[in-house]
């Protein structure tokens, strides 16, 4: 069963003055604001970006792919920690994404990890999606 998933925003202005506010359609956080000073100078306006928010999907899919791998080789992860960096350039747009992992699986060798994780940064959904960027990861057991 394919599920379709959706994120609205509403823009006013030019890029360079303008803002608006993204609304995820499964949140009840509310709206969380965007504007161009946040994505091409960053952090500190309290607005977020639309790499920031690609990186919430990069770190989400791939800590659901490994843990997914790990359990079918019966390894079932305590935790996965992962944070993704994903890189905007005003230009050339977004260059990459890295993945920066920490993970408890008792009884897994650090190699063994280091398989796994290349293997879900290689497969999961968002990594196929941004083939055309180079993705790197820095994986170990905590």
């Given at each position: ?76 992860p305590e935790s996965i920690q992962t944070t993704a960096a994903v890189t905007f350039e ?53």
């Amino acid at each position: 069963m394919a599920v379709t998933s959706e994120a609205t925003t509403v823009w006013t202005g030019t890029l360079a003055e303008g803002s608006g506010d993204v609304t995820l359609d499964s949140s009840k956080l509310g709206s969380f604001p965007v504007n161009w000073k946040a994505r091409a100078e960053g952090g500190g306006s309290g607005a977020t970006t639309p790499e920031e928010l690609l990186g919430a999907a990069h770190s989400a899919c791939f800590s659901m792919a490994l843990s997914h791998a790990l359990a079918g080789a019966g390894h079932t992860p305590e935790s996965i920690q992962t944070t993704a960096a994903v890189t905007f350039e005003a230009g050339k747009g977004v260059t990459g994404s890295h993945l920066l992992v920490s993970a408890r699986v008792p009884g897994l060798s650090e190699a063994d990890f280091e398989s796994f994780a290349e293997d879900a940064k290689q497969n999961c959904p968002i990594s196929k999606a941004l083939a055309g960027v180079p993705i790197t990861i820095e994986a170990e057991l905590a």
